[in-house]
């Protein structure tokens, strides 16, 4: 098992800038693939960004290339989301994901952190 705990988010203006956290634990953080995902009112939910278990790989949605970074501690079992330039289009209920696959990861993480509420006014 893993558990996954996301912190960090709140509301802020349009332009402004947030860190999410994920504390990672239970089994061997490392060996796992990272994710962050996040669902708007009346929208599915969306893959947002992914790092892979050595930290070489990133991917990001288009929608937030270029504006958000993703990063890990794995010493700590942490995860990061740096969002910088926020939008209105940026609210949603962000979520932290773990998976052995990042294949999986994108679509089916095996494993899923409880979400944290960003808000961003215009």
């Known amino acids: 098992q893993v558990q996954l705990v996301e912190s960090g988010g709140g509301l802020v203006q349009a332009g402004a800038s947030l860190r999410l956290s994920c504390a990672a634990s239970?089994?061997?953080?490392?060996?796992?693939?990272m994710g962050w995902f996040r669902q708007a009112p009346g929208k599915e939910r969306e893959f947002v960004s992914a790092i892979s278990w050595n930290h070489v790989t990133t991917f990001y949605a288009d929608s937030v290339k270029g504006r958000f970074t993703i990063s890990r501690d794995s010493a700590k079992n942490w995860v990061y989301l740096q969002m910088n330039s926020l939008k209105p289009e940026d609210t949603a209920v962000y979520s932290c994901a773990a998976d052995r696959g990042l294949a999986t990861l994108s679509t089916t993480p095996e494993y899923w952190g409880q979400g944290t509420q960003v808000t961003v006014s215009s």
């Open positions: 239970g089994r061997i953080f490392s060996a796992y693939h």
